[in-house]
């Protein structure tokens, strides 16, 4: 065995402090586990919005309980719907919505604890149009914006405006 290599290594750890101490201060410097923590929320208020465009069934269920149009403001941890500014029942999509939170804030560890408020508004026009291919149908034009909030920081996520169709007696069309 060369003794040299082994000489370098013991000079070298005389000027390098331990790697244990150096771990330590790097996770003290910087915390991973936080700022993983702010990426997931981040994507979870992007992410929210996509979950609406996809759902087929929430049209349907707009166009029955709330046809009009208006600000629909969704709070997916209390379950309360307001549509503006007044409160009405709660729509179905609520409920997907709150069981796709829980599964990736359990998915990033984040406790459940931390999240305050997580809202979706979706401000909409609707009504009914005639087309020659497919006839009457009920159609809503609508922008999303939804909106984590924890105990120090808010994370904000929109979608492009999308346009929904509702031919009677068939499910829903989304396109953006």
Not at 16 to 32: D, K, T, V
Not at 57 to 65: A, G, I, S, T
Not at 97 to 121: G, M, Y
Not at 151 to 170: E, I, R
């Amino acid at each position: 065995m060369n003794a040299r290599p082994t000489l370098w290594l013991a000079a070298l750890t005389d000027y390098i402090p331990p790697l244990a101490l150096m771990s330590e201060i790097g996770r003290n410097a910087w915390p991973q586990r936080d700022r993983q923590h702010r990426k997931a929320l981040q994507t979870v208020a992007n992410s929210l919005c996509n979950m609406v465009t996809v759902d087929r069934r929430y049209p349907n269920e707009v166009r029955l309980n709330h046809p009009k149009g208006g600000l629909l403001v969704l709070d997916v941890l209390t379950r309360r719907c307001t549509l503006n500014d007044a409160d009405v029942n709660a729509i179905g999509l609520v409920d997907r919505l709150r069981l796709w939170l829980h599964a990736q804030l359990d998915n990033a560890r984040i406790p459940e604890d931390r999240i305050r408020c997580v809202r979706l508004e979706m401000e909409y026009t609707a009504g009914e149009r005639m087309y020659l291919a497919s006839g009457r149908v009920w159609e809503m034009h609508f922008s999303l914006r939804s909106e984590v909030v924890t105990l120090d920081q808010s994370y904000v996520g929109t979608a492009p405006a999308c346009t929904a169709a509702v031919p009677y007696g068939v499910g829903a069309l989304v396109a953006w």
